[in-house]
Structures are given as C-alpha cells and as structure tokens.
Nanobody, 129 residues
Framework: QLQLAESGGGLVQPGGSLRLSCAAS????????IGWFRQAPGKAREGVSC????????TSADSVKGRFTISIDNAKNTVDLQMNSLRPEDTSVYYC??????????????????????WGKGTLVTGSS
C-alpha cells in the first residue's frame, strides 16, 4: 500500500528558496500521479502543483507559476517541489498526495475529486518578514 512522507520544510526569508521532497514507499510512483497541496492557518487546503507518473504532464496553480517547479524521480520514488522567490503568503503546511490524474482541476477548486486519500503528514514552510 502506498505511503507518502514529506520533508524539507523550514523557515525562509522572502525571496528565498526551499526544496520539498515527497518520498513514496510501499508501491512505485510508476502507477500514481502526485500532487502538492498546502494549507495555511485558518484556511482551506489548496492545490499547488501536480505531475503525472511519467512526468509528461505538469500543472501548477496560477499563484505559484514561474516560482515553483515540480519534478519526479521514478528511480528514487520521489516527487520534489522546488520553491523559489518565496513570499510570506506561501507560509503553509505542505502535503503531497496521490491523485487520480494531473490536470487543471487537480490543482484548482475541484482538487478533492482527484485525491486518492493517500497523504503524507505534511511539512511546515514558514516565510518570515
């Protein structure tokens, strides 16, 4: 059974960078699309970016386009999220989750229809100012 674990969160100044990693175990990512999501204090969870199992399809939310880059390493069974030009409003707990398909809907307002209910425990990213 697929299990996911995030790492790489921390405190970062505005304009800084962080690289988050989502490590899969129990199954291979060859069979799953993966999404990165985030939830700020007092706010609903939202989609950030997703990638298909082959890496051929990538979709990102408008709020992170040009700043965040998602990638998959099938040999290592990991999905990374490179976050550049971080802003205070990027402060959130970041989760990776298995999804049925990487598409605009999977990172938009209907993301909950795509999740397969396999989540990591999250990693906190705090943007200081």
């Amino acid at each position: 059974q697929l299990q996911l674990a995030e790492s790489g969160g921390g405190l970062v100044q505005p304009g800084g960078s962080l690289r988050l990693s989502c490590a899969a175990s129990g199954s291979t990512l060859d069979y799953y699309a993966i999404g990165w999501f985030r939830q700020a204090p007092g706010k609903a969870r939202e989609g950030v970016s997703c990638i298909s199992s082959s890496g051929s399809t990538i979709t990102s939310a408008d709020s992170v386009k040009g700043r965040f880059t998602i990638s998959i390493d099938n040999a290592k069974n990991t999905v990374d999220l490179q976050m550049n030009s971080l802003r205070p409003e990027d402060t959130s707990v970041y989760y990776c989750g298995a999804i049925s398909k990487c598409s605009t809907g999977a990172v938009g307002g209907t993301w909950n229809y795509y999740v397969l209910d396999v989540w990591g425990k999250g990693t906190l990213v705090t943007g200081s100012s």
